[in-house]
């Protein structure tokens, strides 16, 4: 999300497409198509079958399973904006991606990453409301209020980004030739041929926001939970139960981000090519999948439905067989 600053006074209009940086992964492209589209399936797959389960059964429809859902919805919509574009690029001969097609991805990569940030936050301070006040948890964290931190969360991430791609939008560019394999904002902000001194400091803005503000606000609600369990065997098991998942997924997304970051605006020459390639596209495949297996599995009540409906549905096989 921070951008580069090009010396470059040359101006030149934008170019209608963008070429992809895939280097010498496009050698076995028909492999890596094929390992694509399954992960998708299986992203697909995961993130519907929580999502389903949560919003079919009353008895979930809690401020905590709505907060999953939102999570698992928001992966979704991050790996939609990412495998489908990559899935295409590696069938076709030309590694490449139309300005218009680039943008887009760019500004749901993005969108994706500050919301997941911003709904793990939220999640956070559930479970500090739930752990630390238990008898006000009922009357202030009620559905209408889930709902709200919600709207406000995707409001803040839209207007963010939109603000971002808008700066992103108006630079002509120098060249075609993105870093990656997928578009995202500062790959493309480093092309410019003018000044890009505005978008670096938004740029800036955004990153800290994101990879340091969530996180503090994250891990100050962790903190006020850990003071309570010290004292509470309850608060600690109910904490174990709820709280874990949640810092598992935490712990994965910023870790590949803080790598994002690091990577390719200090390092970028010090790490191999293949291994910047894995790490960069990490943020869509670990979370995307691992989240909705870590609440299906960890959740007690999320887990019963779902063997409950997979029981249900055995039975109805047997049943017409």
Known sequence: MLQGTSTLNVTHTNPSEMSLGFGDLSDISYLYSVITILGFLVIVACNCTVN????????????????????????????????????????????????????????????????ECTILAIMAFDRYMCICNPLRYLTIMTLSTAYKLLAAAWLYCLALVTALVILTVRLPLCDNAIAKIYCDNWTVVRLSCVDTAVNNIFGLFITVNVVVGMPLLTLISYIEILKVCVRSKMAQAKAMQTCAPQIISLLIFFTGCIFEVMLYRFIPNMVPYALRVIMSIQVFIVPPIVNPILYGLKMKAIKQKIQQAFHTSKLCALTID
Do not use: W
């Not at 009353?58 to 698992?72: D, V």
């Not at 904006?81 to 590694?95: E, H, M, Q, V």
């Open 52 to 115: 389903s389960t949560i919003l079919l059964h009353q008895s979930l429809q809690e401020p905590m399973y709505i907060f999953i859902c939102a999570l698992c919805a928001n992966d979704l919509y991050g790996s939609s904006a990412f495998y489908p574009g990559l899935f295409i690029s590696l069938i076709r001969k030309t590694r490449s991606i139309s300005y218009v097609a680039c943008i887009v991805q760019d500004f749901c990569i993005n969108t994706y990453a500050v919301c």
